[in-house]
């Protein structure tokens, strides 16, 4: 599994990113996207702390439903430090994830996790 946090523009239906799903998709991989709080679909306002509780909601969701099946972290730009957070906390409990990939992320990740 790879759960994908998306960047500042737009929304998980941009087309490049649907196009990305798609890759994956192809290649067996199984692609979870959500939209932040105030993002596409998704009701509510935005902030740094909700979007981050909306990324954990959903991974916990996808840890529920893949069994055995690894996860892996995927943020793109603004996703980056949502992804960070989110694996930093799961770090802090002793769950962290099968692994983490960060798309165009911030040049400096401490300043995006603190």
Known sequence: FFFYAHGNSFDRTFYHRVEMYNLLSERNYHVVCFDYRGYGDSEGTPTEKGIVEDARTVYEYILGKSGKTPVFVWGHSMG???????????????????????????????????
């Open 80 to 114: 980056t430090g949502v992804s960070c957070k989110l694996v930093q906390d799961l770090s802090k409990e002793s769950q962290p994830p099968c692994g983490l990939v960060l798309e165009s992320p911030f040049n400096n990740l401490k300043d995006a996790v603190t």
